[in-house]
């Protein structure tokens, strides 16, 4: 981009006639982009062995997500071909990364930085694409755009919780098993494969409206633990403040 701006500003200091000379800083300037374009997707898998083999190694991964979602997506002129970067840089961080660094403030910092200057702010010619990106990640989650988080924050917070509440022995796996479902897995994979994610409807009416909304918040919180890393206790907690 910045080559692509100096490349323009030398074209306006040569005559007018010659067409060569400045069809040749057009190339100059298009076949250097493509050199350090080049250099960004080495130093992105460069940086990826680093992280698979040292992954408590945090700053080459704050690094390379940094990377990411900053240098490498602007170098992209469709908004889609950003966010992939954008989200890759995320990705990195909060679905790898923090794994392995659960506790690591680097990895945090980096991670909130991402979410609230990258897509909170207006920098970025693309942000409205961000954030409608970022929506509709949560909707195909929560499948609404105004969760009950007490209702989601009430229900069990791990699988172990939810199947103590719902033995081998509930009505539950017994309307699932009619459904074809055998098990939870089975269950929660039907549930998350469908966008926005959703129950089978005919479990509704075996269940009933009470008994399938406290499945149907657990699925949903379950899932945005899984997908978002978000745990919708803490989000209450903060909404309240």
């Not at 400045?22 to 080495?42: A, G, H, Q, R």
């Not at 790898?96 to 991670?111: G, S, W």
């Amino acid at each position: 981009m910045f080559v692509s701006v100096w490349t323009s500003y030398l074209s306006e200091l040569v005559p007018e006639k010659d067409e060569k000379l400045i069809t040749n800083l057009d190339n100059l300037s298009k076949k250097y982009e493509l050199v350090l374009l080049s250099n960004y997707f080495e130093m992105v898998q460069l940086a990826s062995w680093i992280t698979k083999l040292q992954p408590r190694f945090a700053g080459a991964t704050a690094y390379l997500a940094w990377n990411m979602a900053y240098n490498i997506s602007v170098t992209c002129s469709d908004f889609a071909d950003r966010w992939r970067w954008v989200n890759e840089g995320i990705r990195l961080i909060r679905d790898r990364a923090l794994i392995y660094n659960p506790e690591d403030p680097v990895l945090y910092k980096e991670l909130a930085w991402i979410f609230q200057h990258k897509l909170g702010n207006v920098l970025d010619d693309a942000n409205l694409l961000y954030k409608n990106r970022l929506g509709m990640q949560m909707t195909n989650i929560l499948a609404t755009g105004t969760p009950d988080w007490e209702a989601l924050a009430a229900a069990p917070k791990s699988k172990e919780e939810f199947l103590a509440l719902y033995p081998a022995d509930h009505k539950l796996w017994q309307a699932a098993a009619e459904l074809g479902y055998k098990d939870f897995p089975q269950l929660f994979l039907a549930f998350k494969n469908v966008v926005p994610a959703q129950l089978p409807d005919a479990l509704a009416a075996k269940l009933g409206e009470e008994e399938f909304k406290k499945v149907d918040n657990f699925m949903r919180a379950e899932l945005l633990r899984e997908r978002m890393k978000l745990e919708p206790s803490k989000i209450l907690e903060l909404d309240k403040k």
